[in-house]
């Protein structure tokens, strides 16, 4: 069995290694131009080339959840496209979510800058009930930091696009429930795919129905928010502040707003980062998963486009 590696801006040898150990007897080596066929594919950010080259692939293997990117490219006829499907990731997503609300309810940014000026001062404490929090999309991540905000006793809401059930969440589903699910949150988490239907729903009409002194975590891609309509929230006094780890271009141009906003904490795409071992793992598992003709989690509908 031969897979083809073609993740741009990856190191490849130890994908390569990890993979031959992990699938004994399968050549893995890495694309080039005029390769020979392979059956299956790693991929991060392909060239199209790689797809016009490799039309008789079977499996394509994204190594990150999100596929937005991949499902841009012309993918050959008949080919299986899986994601990655947790592999280490919701427990770092939770961690990220957890620390961005807690920093803002307990107001640690600005306990923060008073122990940098020299000032030993007391904040009230706030209440709990009153910064309920919305999580956009309950998939595996989602309903991963959906639990866990339910842990430090937050109202927790969840929103997706079919009906769900999960303790200690009340769940919204569909376009129709989405403006009760926007005015029961004050901080909004945005896990959703980046699909036609999802694309700039972090805009002035959606954005605004939050609870006044609104907080804004996007952790899921830049294409899914409206800057201009962020920054327009935060100036207007209803969004209280926004931490952002995925912007529409990335790197954020050096000019960008979000820079020089001092309501915006921002990170470098890093919420949830794809973690080698964990993936390889995976990703074995679901090639002989793919070979043996048994079902897989992860695998994307091309038609939904997640
Ligand atoms: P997932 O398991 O596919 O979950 C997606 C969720 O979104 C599902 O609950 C789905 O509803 C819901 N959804 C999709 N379209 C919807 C719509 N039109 N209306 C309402 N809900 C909708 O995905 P995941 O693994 O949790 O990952 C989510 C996203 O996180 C990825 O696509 C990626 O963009 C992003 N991500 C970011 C990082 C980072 O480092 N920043 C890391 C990993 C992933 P159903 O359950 O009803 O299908
Ligand atoms: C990262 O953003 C991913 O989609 O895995």
Wanted: net charge negative; hydrophobic share 45%; with cysteine.
């Amino acid at each position: 069995m031969k897979i083809a590696f073609c993740c741009t801006g990856t190191k490849p040898e130890p994908w390569l290694n990890g993979l031959r150990t992990a699938l004994p007897g399968a050549e893995v080596e890495v694309w080039h131009a005029g390769a020979a066929p392979a059956e299956h594919a790693v991929v991060w950010a392909p060239p199209q080339q790689f797809f016009d080259e490799q039309p008789q692939l079977k499996g394509i293997f994204n190594i990150g959840a999100g596929v937005d990117a991949l499902l841009k490219l012309r993918l050959p006829a008949g080919a299986t496209v899986v994601r990655l499907d947790d592999a280490g990731m919701s427990v770092q997503m939770a961690e990220y979510v957890c620390h961005a609300v807690i920093r803002h309810f307990r107001e640690f940014d600005a306990y923060e800058a008073d122990i940098l000026a020299g000032k030993w001062s007391y904040r009230k404490p706030r209440e709990r009930a009153e910064f309920p929090v919305g999580v956009m999309g309950l998939g595996v991540l989602g309903e991963r930091v959906a639990k866990a905000l339910s842990q430090f006793e937050f109202p927790v809401m969840g929103w997706s696009r079919s009906a769900k059930t999960i303790a200690g969440v009340q769940c919204f589903a569909g376009a129709t429930q989405l403006s009760d699910f926007l005015r029961a949150s004050k901080v909004l988490v945005n896990l959703l795919p980046l699909t036609p239907d999802t694309r700039d729903i972090l805009r002035l009409e959606t954005l605004s129905q939050l609870q006044g002194g609104g907080y804004v975590i996007n952790v899921a891609r830049g294409a899914h928010l409206v800057d201009e309509d962020l920054i327009a929230l935060l100036d207007s006094g209803h969004l209280a502040g926004a931490t952002l780890d995925v912007f529409r271009d990335e790197p954020l141009p050096a000019e960008h707003p979000f820079w020089q906003q001092p309501k915006i904490s921002i990170t470098p795409h890093t919420s949830a980062r794809t973690l080698r071992d964990e993936s390889i793992a995976q990703i074995a598992g679901k090639i002989r998963a793919l070979e043996a003709g048994q079902p897989m989690a992860g695998t994307v509908d091309l038609a939904r486009g997640y």
